[in-house]
């Protein structure tokens, strides 16, 4: 929370800078055109000029401010015209009111005045100035947005090479790997199907844990949701069929993606540090998936006794994934307690 409004004080701030630098250049420049007297009849004098000029920048780093972070940019990410337009649209309407109470209600300026103009003109100027700065902040948050987007992927290559790095030192040979599990089933198969359905099911997780998904690192929901449910199958061997899980799954976009392995290892960590045999607590697993919108959900009861050692790295992970592919797209919430834990991702299609 603290992170976010640190972030839109420093947007504002370079706004308010740059939006300041702009207004003093023009100004500069109309005396240079014209002439100081002029100048200072259209700005008005003394107090005026400095509430003129103050009213100004104050008006226009807040209306650039919420054009470009808060309509354009989610407009160029989402393109979701049907509710960003009208928004626009508001606020010009909101801006227009403003002005015109400012102009004809608070100043009341000198109908036999010089720089006197009248509602008719106000509001085609009014017209003429909104346009022209919706194309500015179109220009602008296209900037922003294309900058991030190479920011986005330089950390995404930045991970790739760190996970390749990590996959050459910790890695066993996956060939020698999958032989010997292929020689164990093989070996089971007759004397103990169980134990050779639980090495098939291993071999076929790590062999999903260990290719390459390309430079993304992302699978169709329909295969991490397959291979959930192998993980969840393998720990249910491993106890005898004995946890107490309590799985709801509503899949409507099969065709959706999402990191490798996102869902599967919180799901594992639910495995390591959850109570599993509580009837009245089970380990609750939810995925609801629809066009729009994809909801997953985990929570455990804590167990008690020794704590196995974690350094939440696979954690630590799922978060920097899911903040690089989907950023502000996305949240993930983690709840704790004494008794419970929980995590929650929500990602909008």
Not at 19 to 40: A, C, D, P, S
């Amino acid at each position: 929370m603290l992170q976010t409004i640190k972030k839109q004080w420093k947007q504002i701030l370079i706004i308010l800078t740059l939006y300041t630098v702009w207004n003093i250049t023009v100004f500069l420049f109309l005396i240079r055109l014209q002439g100081l007297e002029i100048t200072m009849k259209q700005f008005g004098t003394g107090a005026e000029f400095y509430l003129n000029f103050v009213h100004t920048i104050i008006k226009g780093t807040i209306v650039y401010y919420i054009l470009i972070y808060h309509l354009v940019i989610p407009l160029i990410r989402s393109r979701n015209w049907k509710t960003i337009i009208p928004q626009c649209l508001f606020l010009f309407v909101i801006l227009t009111a403003y002005e015109y109470l400012w102009n004809f209600a608070i100043i009341k300026p000198d109908p036999k005045s010089v720089n006197y103009v009248s509602p008719k003109t106000f509001f085609i100027t009014a017209a003429v100035l909104d346009s022209i700065i919706i194309l500015i902040s179109y220009f602008v948050a296209t900037l922003i947005t294309s900058n991030e987007m190479r920011k986005h992927k330089e950390e995404l290559e930045k991970e790739k090479l760190r996970a390749e790095l990590a996959a050459i030192k910790y890695q066993i040979n996956p060939h020698f790997l999958f032989n010997s599990l292929s020689l164990i089933y093989t070996k089971t198969l007759k004397s103990s199907p169980e134990a050779a359905h639980a090495v098939h099911l291993l071999s076929e997780i790590m062999s999903y844990a260990l290719d390459d998904w390309g430079e993304m690192g992302t699978v169709p929901l329909a295969l991490e949701v397959e291979h959930m449910k192998k993980v969840i199958e393998m720990n249910q061997i491993r106890f005898s069929n004995t946890l107490k899980i309590k799985y709801y799954e509503d899949v409507q976009a099969n065709d959706a993606v999402i990191p490798v392995l996102a869902f599967v290892t919180l799901v594992e960590n639910a495995f390591k540090h959850g109570d599993l045999n509580d009837e009245k607590n089970q380990v609750s697993i939810e995925l609801i998936a629809t066009k729009s919108k994809i909801c997953f959900l985990v929570c455990n009861k804590k167990k008690t006794g020794p704590k196995e050692p974690s350094k939440g790295i696979g954690l630590n992970n799922v978060q920097q994934r899911l903040e690089l592919m989907y950023g502000i797209k996305h949240t993930f919430k983690i709840k704790e307690d004494e008794n419970y834990y929980l995590n929650e991702i929500i990602i909008n299609l």
